[in-house]
């Protein structure tokens, strides 16, 4: 780069993937009933979670790892773990619970924006 321009740190520099990605998970993680779902469980506040549930995933982790090029090129990969964050829920939780039920309706929203996604 030419002498005294500014170059924007790595982490500010996103492919157009990652924006369409981000786009899908800004969308669900705006959503209220996305708050269980945003941080990891903690295995403290629930000792026998990790009985029920062998990969732990949460929409934080995902947005780290989107934002870290993980997934760069795997539109899979992605729908995968959150995927996952659902599927863990309806695992550890019983099916008519309120936070299976918002697992639910959060996992046909996202199939929904994820269709819209052009690859």
């Known amino acids: 780069s030419a002498p005294g321009s500014i170059v924007p740190p790595l982490s500010s520099v996103t ?8 786009a899908v998970l800004d969308e669900i993680i705006d959503l209220d009933m ?11 506040d629930f000792p026998d979670y990790l009985d029920y549930v062998t990969t ?20 899979d990969a992605f729908a995968e773990d959150v995927r996952l964050v659902w599927r863990n829920c309806m695992s550890y939780n019983a099916e008519n ?3 299976s039920q918002h697992a639910q309706q959060l996992s046909q929203m996202f199939e929904g924006l994820l269709a819209k996604v052009p690859r």
Request: net charge negative.
């Open 34 to 44: 996305s708050g269980p779902f945003q941080e990891a469980v903690n295995p403290e």
């Open 97 to 99: 619970s309120l936070i």
């Open 56 to 75: 732990p995933m949460d929409l934080s982790t995902v947005q780290s790892k989107l934002a870290a090029g993980d997934y760069e090129g795997s539109f």
């Open 15 to 22: 492919t157009p993937f990652q924006d369409k990605l981000h």
